[in-house]
């Protein structure tokens, strides 16, 4: 059974600009969550999706979104990107939502954003 | 609200050693918590969760860790370590009421022959 993958692995964007990063997850699975990796804040929980609906957000600016699809993909968006917006997303997707169920990472995408 | 401590940003043990782990959480309400591994470059691998069943969690690679509502602990643990140990380790918590997670800031697992 594939992994999740992300796409795509690596970006590098000017200030200002916007982003799309992509999210497929594991056959079956139907919740997808998304996560922020930066040296200085560590991981952080964005929000996460089940069966198309956004279930949980964290404590994240307007300027990331994201949504999901019928097939379960899902899409996280970030507009007029900031240089703190340089990191390492991640995401992960489960059977069920979060909470209990066990998830799967994939790879994740690295932004720079200069 | 909930969060997680992890004691020890880096640690280093000799091939053979024990390896201890720590992390301790808050919760306002019955947690499940997790710890996983990363690799560099790479996402995060599940390595065992606690999910109010048995208090001593067995996992892959030789790890387990055991809950200790008491001390508001779940330390991960391995008997032996192994060159192929060294790696980052994240202890989460997951509040099951809200849904959400909380990550430790990581623990950096340096493996010296």
């Known amino acids: 059974k594939a992994g999740v993958t992300q796409t795509p692995r690596y970006l590098i964007k000017t200030r200002g600009q916007q982003v799309t990063l992509s999210c497929s997850p594991i056959?079956?699975?139907?919740?997808v969550s998304w996560y922020q990796q930066t040296p200085g804040q560590g991981l952080q929980f964005l929000f996460e999706?089940?069966?198309?609906?956004?279930?949980n957000k964290g404590n994240f600016p307007g300027r990331f979104s994201g949504r999901q699809f019928s097939n379960s993909r899902s899409e996280m968006n970030v507009s007029t990107l900031e240089l703190g917006d340089s990191a390492l997303y991640l995401c992960?997707?489960?059977?069920?939502?979060?909470?209990?169920?066990?998830?799967?990472f994939g790879p994740g995408t690295r932004l720079t954003v200069l | 609200a909930q969060s997680v401590t992890q004691l020890g940003s880096h640690v280093s043990v000799s091939e053979g050693a024990l390896v201890l782990l720590r992390c301790n959480y808050s919760?306002?309400?019955?947690?499940?918590l997790f710890w996983y591994v990363q690799y560099p470059n790479q996402g995060l691998q599940l390595l065992l969760k606690?999910?109010?069943?048995?208090?001593l969690v067995k996992g892959i690679n030789g790890f387990e860790a055991e809950f200790k509502k008491s001390e508001t602990s779940f330390h991960l643990t391995k008997p032996s370590a192994h060159m192929s140990d060294a790696a980052e380790y994240f202890c989460?918590?997951?509040?099951?009421?809200?849904?959400?997670?909380?990550f430790g800031d990581g623990t950096t697992l340096t493996v010296k022959p």
């Open positions: 992960a997707s489960s059977l069920a939502p979060m909470a209990g169920a066990e998830q799967f």
């Open positions: 056959s079956g699975h139907r919740s």
């Open positions: 999706y089940f069966s198309e609906t956004q279930r």
């Open positions: 919760s306002s309400v019955p947690p499940y």
């Open positions: 606690y999910t109010s069943a048995a208090t």
């Open positions: 989460a918590v997951i509040n099951t009421n809200a849904g959400k997670s909380t």
